[in-house]
């Protein structure tokens, strides 16, 4: 009879300590880019990118022009040029074309960088609303919804009330 009362206490007290160290897991979720659709300094930072895009694309247009301009010239005169002169133009037709693709590369790395400058003080403002929301409102896990990362929330709260609030946005 002790060895089963030894055998209950030890279970009992097994059960009461696993139920004792499960912890409540309150589960939230947001949808980031609705979210940063209505950041404040966001769409002055869309505006200011747009402008660098539409710079980069006139530069790069007129590149191209330059550029099949002196073909044109090139393929006017061609047959009417020395070996030498021909090889020499071709060579710098060659060298133009090569600039151009470097500069078409080098201006999407250089937007890209531009972008992540503009936005990121933005991204780290509702970043850090975020968390804060999720430490002062005791949730265990945010979910972002605006990224597919929710396949199903029903015992999930929206939490973008709570991130509007903390960042004074209506």
Do not use: C, W
């Amino acid at each position: 009879m002790k060895k089963g009362f030894i055998v209950v206490l030890v279970a009992l007290l097994a059960y009461g300590g696993s139920a004792m160290a499960q912890k409540n897991i309150k589960l939230g979720h947001i949808n980031s880019n609705e979210l940063m659709e209505i950041m404040p300094g966001r769409d002055t930072a869309m505006a200011q990118l747009q402008k660098d895009v539409e710079d980069a694309q006139k530069e790069m247009e007129a590149m191209r022009n330059e550029y099949q301009t002196k073909v044109n010239e090139y393929m006017a005169k061609r047959d009417q040029l020395s070996e030498l002169i021909r090889k020499t133009k071709e060579s710098d037709l060659q060298a133009m074309g090569a600039r151009i693709e470097e500069f078409q590369t080098n201006a999407q790395k250089l937007l890209e960088q531009r972008q992540e400058e503009l936005l990121k003080p933005i991204v780290d403002r509702a970043k850090a609303a975020i968390e804060e929301v999720g430490k002062e409102n005791g949730y265990t896990y945010i979910f972002d919804a605006g990224v597919g990362a929710v396949l199903y929330s029903q015992d999930s709260d929206d939490i973008m009330p709570l991130v509007k609030k903390k960042l004074g946005l209506k």
